[in-house]
């Protein structure tokens, strides 16, 4: 379902919390040459109303950008460098990422970023004839369509945000709401100068590989012993995910241009404007509509946030022993937030600096 809704989407960018964090909101344009001008204004925390979709003119930079300085987590003269990421990014925006390769290249390791990874017990040609279960669980039981399953209010907010980003797309309606909202998220986007690809991964990885440091995975496996049966229990049940679907439909409604300006703050590294900027988190809801079904909880998702921070702890601090030099990425959120898993760190001794 999704790559299982894009790994939890990352742990819900490792559980923030899904109301906005307090302090101002940055609003303002950013000109050809990259640079954002700002201006400071109280945020009120309202969200607009259903019927209108609030689409800012923010200014997406595009070219050679910077972002954001590396975090550094010390203990003696053994150092982890941590760049906070951000999703979604400039979709036109160049990074210039030698500062990072630069520490890639005398790391002696890289830990990649917290993950799980979903398997099952079966061979890999069982696995293929899975394929069309997974399929048939992407979409509503009973074959009811989105109109069925939420709100006529939360249908009617759905109707012009799916015509304007998803213009006359059939197969959507089929979707349960969490997969169907998530269509839409992606597709907004997109038709906003941002993309979720992980061009920051992807950058680190192939650093570390043409250096041949070696890559840390910091993953909690979950392997599903029987999942042809959980599949057709999937197939069968509704999920609580009219949460989900209502607050990415806020998020679209109320929040793209933050979400560019938070964008924005990230390429060109301006620390102080991603504290600034409130964030929420949709996807609480949406992992929540998964992992508190009691397949999940059988099928041990119940807990995998909490494993999942545990293993990066671990891994950090075993880097952290070992080597005089570790890298690593983590969502900027985690960095900035005053429960992190930085903040974990720095309680069990650790100095802390950030840029």
Not at 18 to 39: E, F, K, M, N, R
Not at 96 to 108: G, H, L, N, P, T
Request: charged share 25%; with cysteine; aromatic share 6%.
């Amino acid at each position: 379902m999704h790559a299982l809704f894009r790994s939890l989407c990352l742990l819900a960018c490792l559980a923030l919390p899904a109301q906005a964090q307090s302090g101002s909101q940055l609003t303002g344009t950013a000109p050809a040459d990259g640079q954002v001008v700002a201006q400071r204004a109280v945020q009120d925390g309202a969200l607009a109303p259903s019927d209108a979709i609030v689409d800012m003119d923010t200014v997406v930079v595009s070219g050679a950008q910077p972002g954001p300085g590396m975090w550094k987590v010390s203990k003696g003269d053994h150092v982890l460098y941590i760049l906070g990421t951000l999703s979604p990014l400039p979709k036109r925006m160049d990074w210039v990422s030698r500062d990072v390769e630069d520490v890639i290249a005398r790391s002696q390791a890289v830990i990649l970023p917290p993950s799980v990874a979903v398997s099952s017990d079966t061979g890999f040609f069982r696995s293929l004839l899975l394929v069309p279960s997974l399929l048939r669980a992407r979409n509503n039981p009973e074959g009811k369509r989105l109109q069925d399953v939420v709100s006529s209010a939360l249908y009617a907010r759905w109707q012009p945000l799916k015509a304007r980003y998803l213009g006359r797309d059939r197969a959507v309606e089929k979707r349960r709401p969490i997969l169907a909202a998530q269509e839409l998220y992606e597709a907004a986007m997109r038709k906003s100068g941002l993309e979720q690809d992980d061009r920051v991964g992807q950058v680190v990885e192939k650093a570390a590989k043409r250096v041949r440091v070696p890559l840390l995975p910091a993953q909690v496996k979950l392997v599903v012993k029987n999942p042809k049966a959980a599949l057709k229990e999937l197939n069968a049940m509704s999920l609580h995910d009219a949460g989900c679907f209502a607050g990415t439909l806020s998020r679209i409604e109320a929040d793209l241009g933050t979400m560019r300006m938070r964008a924005n703050a990230w390429a060109v590294g301006d620390i102080d404007a991603l504290r600034a900027l409130p964030f929420r988190n949709q996807y609480i809801d949406c992992v929540n509509a998964i992992t508190e079904t009691g397949l999940a909880q059988r099928l041990g998702f119940g807990d995998v946030v909490q494993r999942v921070g545990d293993t990066w702890i671990q891994v950090a601090e075993d880097a952290l022993a070992r080597n005089r030099t570790t890298f690593a990425t983590l969502p900027v959120n985690q960095l900035l937030q005053p429960e992190g898993y930085v903040e974990r760190l720095r309680t069990k001794g650790y100095v802390i600096e950030a840029p």
